[in-house]
């Protein structure tokens, strides 16, 4: 979380760091700030609003200069004032200061680095860990900026991306990191360090990606890397074919909108590459590794978590290989028994979550090797960590709720599904043009749920104003009532809770009351005479039903509301059920008024633990 920017150039940079944080509040959005030398002065411009506000405070105060430094802030240390905003000064006044940071990530001996600095005459003026590193710095600074960044990092402990200037060397930035992002951009007398590539699109499209513990000393000509010993280091330049309008909203209302509707164009790009079924859509090394393998274990959280138990249902079922999906923050820190010989696969949109690379990196440690990512970004230190990857090609998903990148997920973790059935011939020739053609019918299916879109409008409007909503589901669609209940939660601010309806009578039934409205995800598949039952018991204890289904076979009876989809896609009908209740729960919201694209509290990308 947090997004880091810093420009050094021969030109004002200002403009270019306020359009920079534009792209990087995604990261978060508690605070922002600005940090300029100009006339030999650091300056500072912090605010608790949204950019938009700061960038006119910038304008007001006449803010130019050619080197700076600027943060958008998902607070961790400290609540969200302007005190805990960064920049942060390190001086014996703000007026005298003379080295300034952006930071990302959370050092986690800031108290007794405090204690000690205190101790010898620094004043805090926040609570954040940050202010820590500002004032560590400033004690180690003898007139090099790139020598006092390095003693400090030798002195501190956590995770960090730092961006960080001294007024006495006003043309250099100097950007180290160690568990957070950082990117270095490359421009023609100009150079630039950010959290984010999509932060830096607009002035440049050469790249240099950091690796963790490495260093960056930027001058508007002149890059030098060194690595953890201080030793100068050569780096790939990577050149990104990303435009610069990739986060334009264009017809759409909110970005969660814009997202949801580029679905179909998403699949239909992923089917492109597949004209069969083969492992080295998996990466050259997959058919080897595949081989081997004989159990799975997916790791992720949040969205990216459900979407891993909806394809533990698939793995088991097509290519019946023993398949566990885990919480990767709580994977991490429990005693399991590990097995060389699992397929570990990690799923996240971003890439950055720390839980997730932390529980990517406890599987390594743990001796399990053969890891493959399914991530949508391809620079990103979870795929950068791992053998395999899968990339999803969502593109930049801005919306902090996931959308296409849940459903992009879910395709790569059916067609991994079909490959391993493949290599461990559980999959006959008839079976798998027969999955393929559902694969095929994707995109159109998914058009055929937009059609429906003035009825889920009038479900939008209706669920807008409850308090409570009951979302049941079974096998492979109980993770979607899961993923629905989180959207209602994330972006509609409503206590929703999903579960199996054959657990109702195990407990949850208690909670039903006559106003109490509960979405049934009813499929047309083996259990759906077992679900009508399930239906019976709740209504007769007059629970408030709605009903979202592809069976044609319901008695469309009073009291009870229908959704009816008209496609399904066979296996994949999870996808369809999930972009519904995506549509779904962004009318309410739009209907409740909410910041849908920026949640309160929440951010896009989860870089701390
Ligand atoms: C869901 O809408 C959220 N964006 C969140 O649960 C997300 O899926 C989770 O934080 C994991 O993120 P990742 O996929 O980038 O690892």
Redesign the pocket.
């Known amino acids: 979380m947090c997004g880091i920017v810093g420009a050094v150039s021969l030109r004002d940079v200002t403009p270019m760091l306020t359009e920079s944080l534009y792209h990087l509040e995604y990261r978060g959005y508690d605070s922002c700030g600005i940090a300029i030398i100009k006339n030999g002065e650091l300056h500072r411009i912090r605010g608790t609003k949204r950019i938009s506000e700061l960038q006119k405070k910038i304008q007001k105060n006449n803010l130019h200069g050619i080197s700076g430094i600027a943060h958008t802030r998902w607070a961790t240390h400290g609540s969200p004032n302007i005190n805990n905003a960064h920049p942060h000064f390190s001086g014996f006044s703000s007026k005298n200061a003379s080295i300034a940071i952006v930071h990302n990530g959370i050092i986690e001996n800031h108290e007794v680095l405090r204690k000690n600095l205190s101790k010898i005459g620094y004043r805090f003026k926040s609570q954040t860990d940050t202010e820590v590193l500002a004032h560590l710095i400033n004690y180690f600074y003898n007139g090099d900026i790139l020598k006092a960044v390095q003693q400090t990092i030798q002195h501190i402990k956590g995770k960090y991306a730092i961006a960080v200037f001294c007024k006495k060397e006003p043309n250099r930035i100097v950007g180290a990191r160690n568990g957070s992002p950082l990117v270095i951009g490359i421009g023609k007398n100009e150079n630039f360090l950010a959290s984010d590539n999509v932060a830096l699109i607009p002035f440049t499209k050469k790249f240099i990606y950091l690796e963790d513990t490495e260093i960056v000393d930027l001058t508007p000509n002149n890059i030098s890397i060194f690595n953890t010993n201080g030793i100068k280091i050569n780096k790939k330049i990577q050149i990104e074919a990303i435009n610069s309008d990739v986060n334009e909203l264009g017809i759409h209302q909110h970005y969660m909108e814009k997202e949801i509707f580029e679905q179909p164009k998403i699949i239909r790009r992923l089917l492109k590459n597949i004209k069969s079924i083969h492992p080295e859509l998996f990466g050259y090394q997959a058919p080897n590794i595949f081989e081997k393998i004989d159990s799975v274990l997916i790791l992720?959280?949040?969205?990216?978590?459900y979407s891993g138990m909806i394809a533990k249902y698939w793995i088991e079922s097509i290519a019946k290989i023993v398949t566990s999906v885990e919480i990767a923050s709580e994977y991490r820190y429990r005693d399991t028994i590990p097995n060389p010989n699992t397929l570990i696969v990690i799923?996240?949109?971003?890439?950055?979550?720390a839980d997730?690379l932390s529980a990517l990196k406890h599987a390594k440690d743990l001796g399990m090797k053969n890891i493959l990512s399914i991530c949508?970004v391809a620079t990103s230190s979870i795929v950068n960590a791992s053998m395999l990857s899968y990339i999803t090609q969502a593109g930049l998903e801005v919306s902090?709720?996931?959308?296409k990148?849940?459903t992009s997920q879910l395709f790569s973790l059916f067609l991994l599904t079909l490959v391993l059935a493949k290599l461990k011939n559980r999959l006959t020739k008839n079976q798998e043009n027969l999955f393929l053609t559902d694969l095929k019918c994707l995109p159109k299916s998914i058009e055929s749920i937009f059609s429906m879109r003035k009825d889920i409008e009038k479900w939008g409007r209706y669920f807008a104003c409850k308090k409570n909503i009951f979302l049941l589901g079974r096998g492979v669609h109980y993770p979607i009532a899961l993923e629905g209940a989180?959207?209602f939660k994330?972006i509609c601010y409503i206590h929703a809770e999903a579960f199996q309806s054959s657990e109702m009578k195990h407990g949850p039934l208690a909670l039903i009351t006559k106003n109490t409205p509960i979405i049934i995800i009813a499929p047309k598949d083996k259990l759906i005479e077992k679900l009508k039952s399930n239906i019976q018991e709740i209504k007769v204890r007059a629970g408030e039903l709605h009903i979202i289904t592809d069976s044609n076979n319901f008695n469309i009876q009073k009291n009870i509301n229908f959704l009816k989809i008209s496609e399904t896609c066979n296996s994949l009908s999870p996808i369809l059920y999930g972009i519904t209740f995506q549509l779904l729960a962004y009318q309410a919201a739009v209907f409740r008024g909410t910041h849908i694209d920026k949640p309160r509290n929440?951010a896009?990308?989860?870089t701390v633990e």
């Open positions: 992720g959280c949040g969205t990216s978590y799923i996240s949109q971003s890439g950055e979550t997730t949508n902090v709720a996931s959308t990148s849940f989180l959207k994330e929440l896009k990308s989860v």
